[in-house]
């Protein structure tokens, strides 16, 4: 056959002096086809939509996209899309809305998207909708704007005894295990000429004591951590606080998580925190490295 | 114990004769069964004698009991080998499991050219599977957008 690209002139098969015609892929009946697309990820789907209508047309049907999608999507849809919305789009089309950063749409500067490979959930949770102890005492604490955060924006603090951020979320989670991690950096970063400049003459007091990571689910899960911050300036780390498993769909699983450092015989300070990040453990290191 | 035969009719009038047992596995030869209008042998208009020895080949491997047992990792290795086949055949014996209703058969073909497309670029499948694109300019640039998401 080769690389003959043209292909559209059968191929005969002299077999008993009956000329048959050979059976081509896209021969097949359309559900066929989709049956054999169900079987790829996501990205595979669509580099074979791409190829010819056939092809098109079957990557379009929704029993495809619905085992793709997590088996509570209807529940986490809502979150971010509204009634009208859903009911127009095909589940390939939500399969991909869903894909992209959605903000919730009670105004809280938090962010869900399906990972795109797997369908499983991942959630962004901004600085600005955690519990900052000090967060309205300007000598301590300030938002600054930034380009390098999904949300435009990280808290950053100067200087400060008492460190304590924490926050608290609940969602039907689908089952899984997952991930939390606080997204800061040491430092206050910004654009002059271009040129991008780490700012480090506040950073002090994170390697007297550990900053004490925890979180804690509804059903009791627990992981605690304690770690030195000391990544290089200007770079934004995740730091892993742990792992929680969500067994049940249909109910919401809350949980809890801070990030604490309330030693009050040293100040701390130069440390921006720009969000808390909630993914798939198996796809936790990949969603990282991109980011 | 003597087992039940039933007869199957390739679409080019050749017969093979089957334990019923084994033929079964196909939803649709099991319906037929129930139905009890086999007597005379079961015609399948859909499915031709080079491709009914495979599928036949197949359930009878598959017809597994006490008497003769089989690891999974056996089946595996023996389905390996049970596909290696054209191109061609395989997209028959897609054809002949979806009409003959043999879930595993059906399974194991379509996973088959699932792995032989997976890790292709567009241009080694369209030329893997011989694959016309038939778009216009328009159709093609509307697709493209369509599926962007995918690749960001």
């Known amino acids: 056959m080769g690389a003959n690209i043209s292909g559209g ?142 949300f435009q924006s990280a808290a950053y603090v100067q200087q400060i005894w008492w460190f304590e951020v924490g926050g608290e979320f609940e969602i039907q989670f689908p089952s ?106 198996e796809c936790a290191k990949e969603v990282i490295g991109s980011q | 114990m003597s087992s039940k035969m039933i007869v199957l009719m390739s679409s080019d009038g050749q017969s093979f004769e089957v334990e019923e047992a084994v033929a079964i596995q196909s939803q649709t030869i099991a319906h037929m069964v129930e139905d009890d209008c086999v007597a005379d042998g079961i015609p399948l208009a859909n499915v031709e004698s080079k491709i009914l020895v495979k599928v036949i080949e197949y359930c009878k491997k598959y017809h597994v009991d006490e008497a003769n047992p089989i690891s999974e990792e056996d089946l595996n290795k023996w389905d390996e080998k049970f596909m290696d086949l054209e191109q061609s055949t395989i997209f028959e014996l897609i054809l002949a499991a979806n009409y003959l209703n043999i879930k595993s058969l059906f399974d194991l073909t379509c996973q088959t050219v699932a792995d032989m497309i997976k890790g292709k670029t567009p241009e080694e499948i369209r030329s893997t599977f011989n694959i016309e694109n038939d778009f216009t300019p328009e159709e093609e640039e509307a697709v493209r957008k369509e599926n962007q998401w995918a690749f960001e």
């Open chain 1, 176 to 281: 899984g295990t997952y991930s939390l991690f606080f997204r800061i950096q040491l430092g206050k970063t910004s654009k002059r000429l271009g040129r991008r400049i780490c700012n480090s003459e506040h950073i002090h007091g994170w390697d007297i004591k550990p900053v004490r990571f925890q979180l804690a689910t509804s059903d009791n899960q627990q992981a605690v951590s304690l770690c030195y911050l000391n990544n290089n300036p200007g770079s934004w780390s995740h730091y892993h606080v742990g792992d929680f498993k969500v067994t049940n769909p249909d109910v919401s699983t809350g949980i809890k998580f801070s990030m604490t450092q309330i030693d009050c015989t040293h100040t701390k300070g130069g440390l921006c925190i720009d969000s808390v990040l909630i993914l798939p453990k």
């Open chain 1, 9 to 150: 002139s059968p191929e005969f098969d002299r077999n008993d002096d009956v000329y048959s015609r050979k059976l081509r892929l896209v021969d097949l009946p359309e559900n066929c086809v989709a049956l054999i697309m169900t079987r790829l990820d996501p990205p595979e789907i669509c580099r074979l939509a791409r190829l010819n209508r056939m092809f098109r047309r079957a990557s379009s049907a929704d029993f495809i996209w619905e085992s793709k999608l997590p088996a509570n999507y209807r529940v986490i849809a809502h979150k971010v899309f509204d009634e009208i919305t859903l009911t127009k789009l095909i589940k390939k089309d939500l399969y991909a809305k869903l894909s992209q950063p959605n903000l919730f749409d009670d105004g809280t500067k938090q962010e869900l998207w399906i990972d795109k490979n797997t369908g499983r959930l991942c959630l962004s949770i901004s600085s600005k909708a955690l519990r900052i102890t000090g967060i309205d005492d300007r000598r301590y604490w300030s938002h600054i704007p930034t380009d390098e955060s999904r």
